[in-house]
């Protein structure tokens, strides 16, 4: 069983950064694929970035987020920059074992965080 927890996510004013992170326990996740979901307040639960042995982006965060791992911390990170506020979102961090194609399909994942608020005012 694998543990995931986010942290870092708050309030910034647009154009401004925050990095989230991810930290797991119970398992190494040195070869599992992670990734980050958001859902916004009346919305479905969409696919922002994943890693596994390369990254992939949602095109509306393309060139503005960067997922990164650090295996040795089992943590994964999200770097936002030039935040919007249609970034505003509940972001949740989850972890994965099993073959995937498509990283982007949330049923791809077995674990998932609890979430972190993230509010992007105008």
């Known amino acids: 069983q694998v543990q995931v927890v986010e942290s870092g996510g708050g309030l910034v004013p647009a154009g401004g950064s925050l990095r989230l992170s991810c930290a797991a326990s119970g398992r190494t996740i040195s070869s599992y694929h992670l990734a980050w979901f958001r859902q916004a307040p009346g919305k479905e639960r969409e696919f922002v970035a994943a890693?596994?042995?390369?990254?992939f982006y949602a095109n509306s965060v393309k060139g503005r987020f960067t997922i990164s791992r650090d295996n040795a911390k089992n943590t994964v990170y999200l770097q936002m920059n030039s935040l919007k506020p249609e970034d505003t979102a509940v972001y949740y961090c989850a972890a994965g074992f099993r073959y995937a194609v498509d990283l982007g399909d949330r049923g791809n994942y077995d674990y998932w965080g609890q979430g972190t608020q993230v509010t992007v005012s105008s």
């Open positions: 890693i596994k042995w390369s990254t």
